[in-house]
């Protein structure tokens, strides 16, 4: 079954990786634009709905994925890779559009929310489908010293379809107003609609892709698998290597990843109160300079192993994630900015029934700003005559918001986000190649598909919920979530470091 | 070391089980104090955990002490 790598690899590259970052896009809109969503489709005071928030929230992602992982892995090692990750991209293009097609709450009752819920669980599923089959088309097309790099590609694809899907909101945010935004049919659901767009290309390229040689072989010599799942995971030899897969590399990528990307926004907005636009800038930027080292790392992979690359970005989270996010907080300590010297932009006072609520907008030397919220609750106090006299309790404990930085502060932050993103780069940019390389053709997709779901959507995408818990259970130490993402990150590196090979295995084509 | 992974995968799902404990709340606001994110990550993680017992096992009895080369192998 001898195979040459055939001319035009930069045309396989780009059809794969152009439909795995759309559906990575596709997902992420949903994410990032929760807050409208819950608000159109979910809204507060209907526990029905609310029901089913939680679950568009945490089965599309944890349960829906891995079974889209072994039903679309399944079906691409029985019917071949490319029909199946187009039909993948298909259902995922067609159920974000669909998204943003479904009127609100306020029209249609609690049909809106169920609708939603079902086309998300379809998203999760084919999200689930989707990257196992690049991943694997593309390795099965690339020479094998060049696997590291030529997968690597497809490794950037998550990342950047999370700066699309950022830079899409963005920009429709920034030529609206906020009311325009947030209605019923208002620029929220642009991007959704925007992705018709992008899957239509994106097919239509598919479309014209052939099939993987080393499969269209196997097919053509009748050797291809009869039951994947049960070759996958019912044999010892096989099954101990998802095993490995997933506790020595993958789940310890995966929070590498949420934590470097995902976490790092979603402290920066919610626990420093960095302004909406500036903490999305400041990831918008890390990733645009950390991303051309997806691809050093794959290519590196190529010469010295893939084993200690993922391992050091795993290790390097470790030993860096706690002082990383001390600074973070540190240097978004309102109280420290306010003992510079400072100028009042604006004061608002709101003169309630029992309180005054008082808005101040500060702004310092540097061009940091923020708003510091006070509030004066009044209290009653008799006097001797027993006539209640109203006095003003002074509030100890202001709220400060909108936290803009100075260009030196803001570029600070970029390169804290970037270094996180590094360690991304070097735990996730290998990861494709070598499981590819972990398993033989007839079973790769199923094999390769599981695992990696397992890893990134499960462990990784836990790492808000179990960062709340851990902030809800311990509150004294506001980094107590990030045990979480160490933890797991140390446990596969131990695991890895013991058990996993760096040889390079060259021939894939079994 | 197999030991070792052995005993921590019945520790994941004592901690999930303790902290569903805690936390679920109807007064609650926040996604822990709801039920069906506990359900969900107790159900996908119990088979997790049960897999990371199996790794050890296989650790132990030295599975992984000579990986497969081929898929011949496997």
Known sequence: MAYKPEKGIGKIIFSSSLGTLIEWYDFYIFGMLAKTISIQFFPEGNSSAALLSTLAIFAAGFLVRPFGALFFGRLGDLVGRKYTFLLTLILMGASTFLIGLVPGYKTIGLAAPLLVLLLRLIQGLALGGEYGGAATYIAEHAPAEKRGYYTSWIQTTATLGLFVALGIILLVKANMSEVAFNAEWGGWRYPFWVSILLVGLSIYIRLKMKESPMYAALKAEGATSINPIKESFGHKANFKMVLLALFGAVMGQGVIWYTGQFYAQSFLENTCKVDFIQSRSILLWAIAFATPFFLFFGWLSDKIGRKWIMLAGMLLGVIFYRPIFSIFLKDTDAKEWKKQDLVIIKSDTIHLVLSDSITTKYKNYDGAKFIEIKKDTVTNIQNMNNVIIKTYKYDVKPRYINKEFGRKRYIKFIFLVWIMIIFVTMAYSPIAAFLVEMFPTKIRYTSMSLPYHIGNGVFGGLVPFIATLLATTFTKDPLVGLWYPIGVAFLCFIIGAFYLTNKINNDVND | ?74
Do not use: Q
Not at chain 2, 22 to 40: L, S
Not at chain 2, 62 to 72: L, M, Q, T, V
């Open chain 2, 1 to 74: 070391m197999g030991i070792a992974w052995i005993t921590i995968a019945p520790a994941i799902i004592y901690i999930l089980v303790m902290g569903a404990i805690h936390n679920i709340n109807d007064a609650g606001t926040k996604d822990i104090n709801k039920p069906i994110p506990w359900v969900i990550i107790i159900t996908i993680f119990t088979p997790i955990a049960l897999g990371l017992m199996i790794f050890g096992y296989y650790a132990l009895t030295g599975e992984y002490d000579k990986p497969p080369e081929r898929s011949d192998e496997l």
